[in-house]
């Protein structure tokens, strides 16, 4: 479906007239780690005060699909094994002039042709990474294999485009198959492009041409492999289990449960914005893994509502939310984001905002951040990605130019870095910016007057801090945003605000150590 979508709205000359889905059995979870979710599940939603979202099925999906289908007047077909006349016959009762398959090449090799100018199939094929801490800093010869053929009525099928994506060191089986998904879509989307056009020949070139301009170089090395020995890449939980679980026990106490019930009862749940940076399955200290991150967006999906910048900015300016409400932000605009956040967005179906540095966009360089610490794999992303991305899923806001001290009280210099990063993203995306984060996003990273100009070039601006840490005065105009932890344990702990909890009943000594130490590792990322 999220294919069918894109190859609508990129590629409009394109009149899809059905869907046929192969569908095969999914194994199911047991009856043991059934139960145990129903549970898991029963108790954080009566501390939430809201209901657990059940999730979706593969049988849910499938009748979505079907119930899409009938709203746009697309033929569905559904199928659990390669019946060529079945399929033959939808395909020929549509008069279709070209069938594109997302599948294995064996299934391609059944598949009955019956378009008039062929069939374009894709298909992934993965095989298992090495585990993480091994061969780091080496190239690993096992990648993902993205692979792209066509085939008419009587030829046998024809590789036109066959790629690979290199494993990481963090990547997992599902991290790579969600990046070779979005890459196989992108692919087939450009060669259907030429079809449409009418230029069937030109399918390869004009493929080779998107993967050279759009995506990221992910085989670069990093600066230091030595460093990169016992790394987890930003996903380890930050506070030993032992505290974890004293923690719990204020989560589980009659204070959180109550004050989450009335909340349900005045209709206003908080609304919490997060920021991270970096979806990386190569080692950076301000990066995380795809699976990672992939896992906890799924705990969101399920015990929260995860909306859109703007809709989070509206909901907090009319006092709260109905629900419990998170949104999700990524600063800088790091280039391998293009390919990993993207593909989680459009995978898990999520709205994201990022926030771009316009100057190092412009010149598509590693930020100088990670420069002066010898870091010169990781760049920004170009201003023909950005397009490209540009979707109901994504909206971009600006970061300064140069990733600016905004403590600074030079107001010419001020005016240059924030105006003129709301002017750039302007001019190169066609969309003026609603949005702009400070970078650092402290209180000594926000002087006044960069305040005030931010106030009056953007609808809202962003810290990076939590609004029970901001101050009275010019503070106040700020909207704050608090780290996203990737865990999901200290996740919902942090969303149930036991951290603040904590620290402000200063239960020990030791405890303020590890607020202490949780800040220094904040502030070595930032």
Same mark, same amino acid.
């Given at each position: 479906?999220?294919?069918?979508? +894109?190859? &609508?709205?990129?590629?409009? /000359? ?53 119930? /899409?289908? +009938? ?6 077909? /559904? ?24 599948? &294995? ?12 100018? $062929? ?13 993480? $801490? ?14 792209? /053929?066509?085939?008419? !009525? ?32 992108? *692919? ?77 009862? +005045? ?19 301000? $990066? ?66 990022? #926030?771009?540095?316009?100057? #190092? ?42 990733? #600016? ?29 609603? #949005? ?43 909207? $704050? ?6 865990? +999901?344990?200290? *996740? !919902? ?14 239960? &020990? ?16 990322? *930032?």
């Amino acid at each position: 479906m999220n294919f069918a979508r +894109r190859l &609508s709205c990129e590629v409009p /000359e394109v009149q899809i007239l059905g869907i046929a889905l192969f569908s095969s059995r999914q194994s199911k979870p047991t009856l043991f780690s059934r139960i145990l979710n129903r549970i898991t599940d029963a108790l954080i939603g009566f501390i939430h005060a809201f209901p657990v979202s059940s999730g979706k099925s593969s049988e849910s999906e499938r009748d979505d699909l079907e119930r /899409e289908c +009938r709203s746009k007047q697309w033929s569905f077909l /559904e199928v659990n094994k390669i019946d060529a006349e079945g399929i033959a016959r939808f395909f020929r009762g549509e008069q279709v002039d070209l069938t594109v398959m997302l599948g &294995s090449s064996e299934l391609l090799q059944e598949f009955p042709c019956a378009s008039r100018l $062929g069939l374009l199939g894709g298909s992934v094929i993965i095989q298992p990474p090495l585990p993480v $801490g091994r061969n780091l800093g080496c190239q690993d010869d096992r990648a993902v294999d993205v692979e792209i /053929e066509e085939r008419s !009525e009587k030829a046998a099928p024809t590789v036109l485009i066959r790629g690979s994506i290199p494993f990481q060191p963090f990547d997992t089986l599902e991290g790579q198959a969600l990046k070779a998904d979005l890459i196989l879509n992108d *692919l087939l989307i450009q060669a259907t492009s030429c079809f449409a056009a009418g230029k069937p020949a030109a399918v390869k070139q004009a493929v080779q041409r998107w993967i050279a301009e759009m995506l990221p170089l992910q085989n670069e090395p990093s600066a230091d492999p030595t460093s990169l020995l016992g790394s987890s890449n930003g996903h380890s939980r930050i506070r030993p289990v032992w505290k974890l679980c004293i923690y719990t026990l204020i989560l589980l106490s009659p204070y959180i449960v109550a004050r989450n019930w009335y909340r349900r009862l +005045r209709g206003r749940f908080p609304v919490t914005i997060f920021f991270h940076h970096l979806v990386s399955d190569r080692p950076h200290r301000m $990066g995380v893994p795809t699976a990672a991150i992939c896992k906890a967006i799924a705990f969101l999906q399920k015990h929260y509502r995860i909306v859109s910048l703007s809709e989070a900015v509206a909901l907090i300016r009319s006092g709260g939310a109905k629900v419990p409400t998170v949104a999700l932000t990524f600063d800088d605009g790091y280039e391998e984001n293009f390919l990993t956040l993207r593909a989680i967005t459009e995978a898990m179906g999520i709205p994201v905002t990022s #926030f771009l540095c316009t100057d #190092f966009v412009e010149q598509q360089s590693s930020f100088l951040h990670d420069y002066k610490l010898g870091e010169k794999s990781f760049h920004a992303m170009s201003w023909e990605q950005a397009r490209y991305w540009q979707s109901d899923m994504i909206e971009f806001g600006a970061h300064t130019r140069t990733h #600016f001290d905004c403590g600074s009280i030079d107001r010419s210099l001020l005016k240059q870095e924030i105006v003129g990063s709301a002017e750039m993203l302007a001019r190169c995306l066609g969309r003026t910016p609603r #949005f702009f984060a400070f970078p650092y996003g402290k209180h000594e990273n926000m002087s006044a007057d960069a305040i005030q100009i931010a106030s009056s070039t953007f609808e809202s601006s962003f810290s990076a801090q939590t609004e029970n840490d901001r101050q009275n005065g010019n503070d106040a105009k700020i909207i $704050g945003r608090t780290d996203l932890p990737v865990d +999901r344990w200290e *996740l !919902e702990l942090a969303l149930q605000s036991v951290f603040e909890i904590v620290s402000h009943l200063n239960f &020990s000594s030791t405890t303020k150590e590890t607020e202490q130490s949780t800040e220094k590792k904040w502030d070595s990322y *930032l």
